[in-house]
């Protein structure tokens, strides 16, 4: 079985996708098993993730994300950014501000240039009391908690998922070692996001993530960013983050409390994979 893929990337993270209309009778059932073996570094394409892409009812944009373990996570940013410009560019997708529709709800795009897509984050969320996050100088929403023997702040925001973003003077310290010791308290549950966040100026920070014990680029830490130096008095609401695989702009709306991340999607490559041979070897 033959299969179309075009490969792109947004801020160093690669995508593989997939036209459900090219795809043989019956390739998409087998996407479970077939997203392991094309986004594999070594024997496969390689990739960050498996998308499918194809029209609803409605006219929205279809859109299945699988990993390289075949399961099927939300949907990032960095991978909605590449599918909307594709989207775009084939015609897939009519007009510069669309939905796309995933198991895990809709997301909504927009088309900014000829290689840059706004992307709706959603609202910043408290992960203590899942209520809606807003500036407010009465509020306070640093935590701290105690690592080998060092008190250290963080402020912890919820995005569909937790992340914790702590403050630090530089950059330069051992990522893995120190992420694994602050991930390993009590307080944060299995999959926190740790995030570390140097601040530049009002409207710029650099950022490094860790995250499922990688360092990474997870583009739903970079909005967590965003609102914990707006809340933390670091930042104004509009910033540009210097991510490990490229920059980033961050807004966050105080009309209805949206965040929206704008950023590249860059073509690398298309080709066309042999399924039953991989299955064969």
């Given at each position: ?23 043989p009778?019956?390739?998409d ?11 594999d570094?070594s ?14 009812e ?5 859109v299945?994300?699988?990993?390289p ?6 949907l ?14 084939s ?9 796309m ?9 927009q ?95 650099r ?25 933390d ?22 009309s209805d409390?949206?965040?929206w ?13 042999d ?5 064969k070897?």
């Amino acid at each position: 079985m033959e299969i179309e893929f075009l490969k792109m990337q947004a801020c160093g993270d690669d995508s593989i996708i997939l036209r459900a209309s090219q795809l043989p009778p019956g390739a998409d059932q087998l996407l479970p098993a077939i997203a392991p073996r094309i986004l594999d570094r070594s024997f496969g394409v390689g990739g960050t993730a498996l998308l499918l892409m194809g029209p609803t009812e409605e006219g929205e944009l279809a859109v299945r994300a699988f990993d390289p373990q075949g399961d099927e996570p939300p949907l990032s940013c960095h991978a909605a950014r590449c599918l909307a410009r594709y989207a775009t560019d084939s015609g897939a997708a009519q007009g510069q501000d669309f939905m796309m529709r995933t198991p895990d709800g809709r997301i909504r795009v927009q088309i900014i240039d000829s290689s840059n897509v706004r992307v709706d984050m959603g609202m910043p969320m408290s992960t203590e009391t899942q209520a809606e996050i807003r500036e407010s100088l009465k509020d306070s929403f640093t935590r701290s908690l105690l690592v080998e023997g060092r008190s250290l702040s963080y402020t912890p925001i919820s995005l569909g998922r937790s992340y914790a973003m702590f403050f630090v003077p530089d950059l330069s310290f051992p990522l893995n070692r120190t992420a694994r010791r602050i991930s390993e308290q009590p307080e944060f549950p299995a999959g926190t996001g740790i995030g570390f966040i140097k601040v530049y100026s009002r409207d710029e920070i650099r950022l490094r993530v860790w995250e499922g014990g990688y360092d990474s680029d997870e583009c739903a830490c970079a909005a967590a960013a965003l609102v914990a130096s707006v809340v933390d008095g670091f930042t104004d609401r509009e910033i540009f983050i210097h991510l490990k695989g490229g920059d980033v702009f961050l807004q966050w709306q105080e009309s209805d409390n949206h965040l929206w991340l704008t950023g590249p999607a860059v073509y690398v490559f298309t080709g066309r994979y042999d399924y039953e041979e991989a299955e064969k070897e």
